[in-house]
DNA sequence: CCACGCTTTTAAACCGTTTTAAGAAGCTGG
DNA sequence: CCAGCTTCTTAAAACGGTTTAAAAGCGTGG
């Protein structure tokens, strides 16, 4: 094709190896720095330049090492997401991520948490990535914690209010969330509405009192029953055989999140409790269990993919604009009436 | 403690960002040759250098660079996992590679297949973080495309049969796996059975064969029933569906996978159709759907352990003992048998 | 013909490590 | 006191890019 192909000195390449930046240099006979600017977009270089580059490099299939990269750039262009990967919801969330990250050109990191990974490793495995901003889906470290955190990188919280801390939370309001449930029984006409918890974290704390301010302004104080409780299908269905044991059931029981609401569900099934019929059970979080249709939970949603979005934005806005100061953002939950919940017999 | 600590030169290190060996050599007045020597543990320097170094990096709180250092060495000691985020098979291989691959003093960079995001991109940013290998679970990509990938670097694929490639492979047999299941129905007294299909890819077409050879095997010829199907509960619901359309039931339903096998007992208990008093499901994979109470599925477990622990293996003797052959690590399948088949009535 | 500004290109420093080859220090025996 | 070993330590060159300050090229008007 040109002239310059052949004539360019080539450095001695071993065949495997990825190409590198000075050889798609050596190929059109430009330095290494002009390839640069071409491959980044950056304003400079002239069309036929340009031109011949994104050949070159086209032919050549060069891709920039990213830790090269990373590491001559002060910017990294990496967003670090702390996630459960057995959460539903937080999949959801990843997902989203990962579109949102791409529209403003930062890569997304993802680090888990296990059994027998907690969350400092998880973050610690993050920053040694060099990301720019954590993203914690759901974080249950004290907000001290969190702050010293952000004091070394911008630390997004997602789910989980952080009372008073400089760090950016997306959240839904998880209060108001269980409240429309509540609301939404006692329209039904329920009085008797039970709430399994779901544990110390935040989130629980917030959904428990959600639970008690609702039930108080429906005037159904002496109702007010709050069972131990978890995030998991067995914590539900340990507090649904506790409420079977009792004297009375309750015509209606809020759980935590879906997951435990699928507990209670299926432990009042078994027992030969009919759901709605004679117990109506709902749920929090509309993760893809609840949507099951064996069994159509009715449920809140918290919208994944406006908080993931909004996550992404708040860290790149730090990045990127420079702003500083703490940014909350509180979207508002939506209830999910689906087939578990009917009005009282 | 040491009067060299304060004696020893500073860079001029803007103060919050984080310490570098350099920092970590002036303050033990060494060079950052030695100082790289003790962190990575390469027999050669002092037992005093050692103890002084290493008590100056813990109080600097010095992490190495992850980037710098993979730059700088050949080496990346990172494993590129690609995983569909939203399947819960997956999350418990991840969960067993993490450990496994800690053990072996490697880390993971996950990146994860989403509707917007597909095989290549994932493996493509596997590869911009310079993974030295790819763990792929459940790939869909044709041989041919994984060979030239493995061709660039060593691919184990997970979960999945690739006939006569050059690459790793680590699976569990899974004609056995659903002949295991056909022989126990076959066993309770079951003639009747049908299959919903897994859809076009590899795995879905060896688990349809295990079923038709173990229907051969029972001399059920006749009884082949194969209905069109996919890994999601609502291709299971509308398999059964399409049953319940049709002129007789069979006794039992063998289904692709646990999420599938879900949406068909859904389906079936919705129109009345008790599990497994008329009907029994069964399911693949033991993911932990199908150990909620609720489903009780009769499934086949494929040892998430096992199969990482053989992925990590199999990588990191392509790395670290130059094995070129390739490796097929084929497990086997292991029936578990919970609830929701019994003997036909 | 020169000084001037504008666009395009490049040499060279740098990012934070690892690695290698050579240097320094300390013994030993002659 | 020196050659010859060890044993430690280090200077300097990678690694593959980015970034910056300066050079080169090139009209243009004085």
């Given at each position: 094709m040109d002239e310059a192909a052949s004539a360019a000195p080539r450095t001695g390449?071993?065949?495997?190896s990825r190409p590198r930046l000075e050889d798609v240099a050596a190929r059109v006979g430009l330095s290494t720095a002009s390839v640069s600017l071409v491959l980044r977009g950056v304003p400079g270089p002239s069309e036929r330049t340009r031109q011949r580059v994104l050949q070159a490099a086209a032919e050549l299939g060069y891709k920039a090492d990213r830790n090269a990269s990373l590491l001559a750039s002060r910017r990294s262009r990496l967003l670090g997401v702390m996630v459960d990967i057995h959460s539903p919801f937080h999949a959801e969330l990843v997902e989203h991520l990962h579109t949102a990250a791409e529209e403003v050109g930062y890569d997304l990191v993802l680090s888990t948490l296990t059994r027998t990974r907690d969350e400092q490793t998880a973050v610690e495995t993050l920053l040694a990535f060099r990301s720019e901003a954590l993203i914690l889906l759901g974080p249950v470290a004290p907000a001290d914690t969190l702050m010293a955190l952000h004091h070394k990188v911008p630390v997004v919280a997602v789910g989980r209010r952080i009372t008073g801390a400089e760090l950016d939370v997306v959240r839904t309001a998880d209060e108001d969330g269980v409240g429309q449930i509540v609301d939404h029984l006692a329209g039904l006409g329920h009085r008797s509405i039970a709430y399994v918890d779901g544990g110390k974290g935040v989130i629980a704390t917030d959904r428990r009192r959600g639970y008690r301010t609702a039930m108080r302004r429906h005037a159904l104080d002496e109702h007010i029953r709050i069972l131990h409780g978890d995030n998991t299908e067995a914590a539900g269905e340990r507090a649904a055989r506790h409420l079977l044991d009792g004297a009375e059931l309750p015509t209606a029981v809020v759980a935590f999140n879906d997951q435990c609401a699928i507990g209670v569900l299926t432990a009042l099934t078994r027992a030969g409790v009919t759901v709605p019929g004679e117990v109506s059970v709902a749920g929090y979080d509309d993760d893809a269990l609840s949507r099951l249709s064996c069994f159509n939970l009715t449920t809140v949603s918290q919208s994944a993919e406006e908080q993931a979005r909004h996550a992404v934005a708040a860290g790149v806005e730090r990045l990127d604009a420079g702003r500083t100061e703490p940014q909350e953002v509180v979207l508002p939950p939506r209830l999910v009436v689906r087939a578990s919940t009917a009005a009282p017999s």
């Open positions: 390449q071993g065949a495997n």
